[in-house]
């Protein structure tokens, strides 16, 4: 027999394949345990339905409080109201259940119910240890047709940004999302839900993301966004979306998987899983780059071509190389660093064979030979990450940070503005402050560079070259006395530690003449300060 196509009530229909309600065509958000409650109620339109049949419906066999009940239905009650009292859908028959009260249509019967879903749940059964989303359609917040189009659009680039992530499995709407039958067979782990309004130049973003087996809301965020101009409105926006909950979903598993001392069968998926995770806490953090190579060292004795692991080992080897923390490398271990570029290279060229339509590997592979000084091929790594994902706001700033590499201070800047406004909450955006401080530096523009050199200082407090820079620019700027504070501060916060112009020198990371100009330029206002040579 087939399944009933959908139920008509008010002004609102609920379709029962894709476990949609819709206002007058508008789509309206509801979380996977609030739609379970709903089903039911429309199922039995008209009848009693007891307590235990919808904690049964919403909670499965699980035992929980009846207060979880009461609260899920006061929210299912105000997403339907529709001006009207609180019972005017939903009654509360008293220590007995509710009843829905309201006449309800019933729509035609789709044969065979969504079309492909035997074969989907077969294919999508073989991938349950994978992380899985359920992507809803977007929803307009807004009932014009403008509204509705652009969120149309952003929930097709979503789907394509989600879907080039290796080891995430994306199931797309209609059809398969919120279909609970294929969400218990395929181990769907989570729903993600967004919300759209444009406003006056801008676009409002409400994300949300369920534990599709308990239906709580484990992550949310609400952003606001101006078109860049790197690309569509729709793609910049789809592509922000992705990076952040990719990076949400990366936690979350993370938090909830195997302990580093588990037993090595765990699988390389997980494994490269925690890596970025790792990575992705803070930039430049030792401590955090030391757990990194340790998970990716593990997925790669598990699976050597496992594309994320040869990535994320890539480059995690390059940032805990040449990043400069308050644990300096010594100049004479030079070899041993070149020796680890070029296994990070090697690994980095592996990656992007084998997830060539992945932009991450493109751009892990560009920040190796960014640090190898080959500019010229980083610069192309870099602009193919951009052809996968034009609004990647990492690829943005390091390709500007190759032009400035390479002697071209004045050509950094526009592209780290883009990486800026595209994802101005990024875990690299100190520095990449810090970036735009250099340009205004090299330019000795001093009271323009300051303001930037404070915000990196503020955001990467572990890196050193940001309160160089700051203290530098101050001293160039007559501000002696500010400098010297700033930079005492920071080695004091720093457990003490003694900065020497020598340090610094051991940190270049191009020979252009451009370039060492504006390092000379740093000695010389540190040197104001008294900051000693060795």
Known sequence: MGALSSFAFGPFVFHTLSRRLEKQGELVLLNSRATELLLLLLRRAGELVPKDDLLHAGWGGRIVAENNLTVHMAALRRVLRDGGEADSHIRTEHGRGYRFVTPVTIGGREQGGAPG?????????????????????????????????????????????LSRVPDLLVIGTP????????????????????????????????????????????????LEHRHIGVSSVENEIASRLAHTVVTALM????????????????????????????????????Q?????????????RVDPSHAPALAGSAYAIVAENIRATVQFRDSSRGDA???????????????VARAPAWPRAWFCRGYVRLWQRRFDAALTAFERALALDPCDAEAHAYAGHVQFLAG?????QAPVQYAIALSPRDRGVGLWHHWLGLCEFWHER??????????????????????????????????????????????EAMGGFHLTIDHLRAQVFSDHPTYLAGHERLYRGLRLIGVAEY
């Open 117 to 161: 879903a035997a074969t989907a749940a077969s294919s999508l059964r073989s991938d349950m240890r994978r992380p899985s989303v359920l992507v809803s359609p977007v929803q307009s917040l807004m009932n014009d047709e403008t509204s509705q189009s652009l969120a149309v659009e952003i929930g097709r680039h979503l789907l394509v940004q």
């Open 446 to 491: 001093d009271e323009l560079a300051i303001p930037h050199f404070v915000r990196a200082t503020d955001f990467s407090p572990s890196l050193v070259y940001p309160p160089s820079f700051l203290a530098s620019a101050l001293a160039h700027a007559g501000r002696i006395a500010e400098a010297r504070r700033t930079l005492d501060a920071w080695c």
């Open 408 to 412: 071209r201070p004045e050509a950094m």
């Open 251 to 286: 936690d979350r598993e993370a938090a909830q998987g195997s302990a580093e001392d588990a037993p090595l069968t765990i699988g390389a998926q997980h494994a490269a899983l925690r890596g970025w995770s790792a990575l992705n806490r803070e930039l430049s953090v030792p």
């Open 288 to 300: 955090d780059l030391a757990e990194a190579r340790r998970w990716f060292d593990r997925a790669l």
């Open 337 to 351: 660093a070149r020796a680890e570029l070029r296994r990070a290279d090697e690994l980095a060229t592996r990656a």
């Open 175 to 222: 059809g398969s999302a919120g279909n609970q039958r294929l969400q218990g067979e395929a181990g769907a782990r989570y729903i993600l839900r967004t919300s759209v309004r444009p406003d006056d130049g801008s676009t409002h973003i409400i994300a949300m993301v369920d534990d599709a087996a308990s239906g709580v809301t484990i992550w949310a965020d609400r």
